[in-house]
T-cell receptor
Framework: DTGVSQDPRHKITKRGQNVTFRCDPI?????LYWYRQTLGQGPEFLTY????????KSRLLSDRFSAERPKGSFSTLEIQRTEQGDSAMYLC????????????FGPGTRLTVT | SQQGEEDPQALSIQEGENATMNCSYK?????LQWYRQNSGRGLVHLIL?????REKHSGRLRVTLDTSKKSSSLLITASRAADTASYFC?????????FGKGTRLSVIA
């Protein structure tokens, strides 16, 4: 069990560019979550998948954000036309089965938009 | 929006003392979870308490839940310098986890 991994760990991009992050969950976990965390705040839920189905999206997830989990394994989060307000830590987590289980978090991808 | 509110926002104690953090929430929940986050890193799950439970222990951790007051507390006994971190409560109800803003705990050796 290698835990949840995220790539890249850090990303610096210029405003207006597109960025894509990858998350590899724990292999037997069928739920995968994306969160965003800004300095001094707790993580804010963005979206989650059960297998390949995207079941819920937060209002925070504007049209510029899209997430996929094509084969029910790894997931990608893409941000188009990045804005400075997108600068944050993007966290991925996975869990086994349905709600009521602890979530295992990855180390996060820190995005800086200049 | 964030449902949980931790109190205090920051706490500084001496090694060996106990640390108590509180969490209040707004809507009905299925369970409440506590997570720890070391500086700049991902979160680590500490303990989960279900809505029909009132108290739970895990090692040096003790969690209580009062659903009538919509509040929870996390007690860390005999604190160590390694306990220095941010602690978040997170509630799970009809939506996935909703986190509070956290309590920053500093344990001074």
């Amino acid at each position: 069990d290698t835990g949840v991994s995220q790539d890249p760990r850090h990303k610096i991009t210029k405003r207006g560019q597109n960025v894509t992050f990858r998350c590899d969950p724990i292999s037997e976990h069928n739920r995968l979550y994306w969160y965003r965390q800004t300095l001094g705040q707790g993580p804010e839920f963005l979206t989650y998948f059960q297998n390949e189905a995207q079941l819920e999206k937060s209002r925070l997830l504007s049209d510029r954000f899209s997430a996929e989990r094509p084969k029910g394994s790894f997931s990608t989060l893409e941000i188009q036309r990045t804005e400075q307000g997108d600068s944050a830590m993007y966290l991925c987590a996975s869990s086994f089965s349905s709600g009521g289980d602890e979530q295992y978090f990855g180390p996060g991808t820190r995005l800086t938009v200049t | 929006s964030q449902q949980g509110e931790e109190d205090p926002q920051a706490l500084s104690i001496q090694e060996g003392e106990n640390a108590t953090m509180n969490c209040s929430y707004k809507t009905s929940i299925n369970n409440l979870q506590w997570y720890r986050q070391n500086s700049g890193r991902g979160l680590v799950h500490l303990i989960l308490i279900r809505s029909n439970e009132r108290e739970k222990h895990s090692g040096r951790l003790r969690v209580t839940l009062d659903t009538s007051k919509k509040s929870s507390s996390l007690l860390i006994t005999a604190s160590r310098a390694a306990d220095t971190a941010s602690y978040f409560c997170a509630t799970e109800g009809n939506t996935p986890l909703v986190f509070g803003k956290g309590t920053r705990l500093s344990v001074i050796a």
